[in-house]
């Protein structure tokens, strides 16, 4: 019977086979990348099952985190025509089975080789923190105003690659006209309107009572 970190590494297995191949047949680019981000957070969950917790929360920090957004930023600017890179897709289709069936054979003998894995020693003998424990205290503590700046520098490339990329269909989407908000005064805000009142008609049940 298979132990609980077994389960949980031949999951993440097989989510990151999945989120790999969505990567590469999925239609849209920004699908993708999301299916990118999903990869690499299932590689950043086998790492950190292996004891190497820099690595893992590098992983998530860097490539999710800055080098993501970075992608989608590309994708949603250049507004790929995916069309157009569809037609050569039968054509480079050897070139490609050829180089995954030399990935495919370099890692076949990676684990014929019977490689030892050693499990690196994760704890401070002296304070019995682990190495994220003291990498999480030392990015939150000591460089927490950093962390925070490169955050809010992600965040607003995101927004603004979303907002420059925004194209004008007919979804039901929500635009603002900047010139049509800077050049309004006080008066033309609202508009009084002369009515007369309206009495509302008495009813039966009204009449009743």
């Known amino acids: 019977m298979m132990d609980v970190i077994s389960i949980l590494f031949y999951f993440f297995a097989a989510v990151l086979l999945f989120s790999g191949l969505k990567v590469i047949t999925a239609k849209n680019p920004v699908h993708a990348a999301l299916y990118l981000v999903l990869a690499f957070v299932t590689s950043s ?78 704890a401070d003998p002296i304070t019995n923190l682990s190495n994220s424990n003291v990498l999480g205290w030392v990015l ?31 979804k039901q989407a929500k635009y603002q006209n900047i010139n049509r908000q800077v050049s309004i005064d006080s008066k033309s805000r609202f508009t009084m309107v002369k009515m007369d009142a309206e009495v509302e008609a008495p009813t039966a049940e009204g009449e009743q009572k």
């Open 140 to 170: 939150y503590t000591q460089y927490s105003y950093p962390v925070e700046l490169a955050s809010m520098i992600l965040l607003l490339g995101l927004v603004v690659a979303v907002a420059l990329t925004l194209r004008k269909s007919e």
């Open 45 to 122: 969950c086998l790492w950190m099952m292996l004891g190497v917790e820099f690595l893992s929360l590098t992983l998530i920090l860097v490539y999710v985190g800055a080098v993501m957004v970075l992608f989608l930023f590309v994708v949603m600017m250049l507004d790929v025509d995916v069309e157009t890179l569809r037609k050569g897709f039968w054509k480079n289709l050897p070139l490609a089975l050829l180089l995954g069936l030399i990935v495919a054979v370099e890692m076949v003998l990676v684990l014929l080789n019977n490689t030892k894995i050693v499990t690196p020693i994760n």
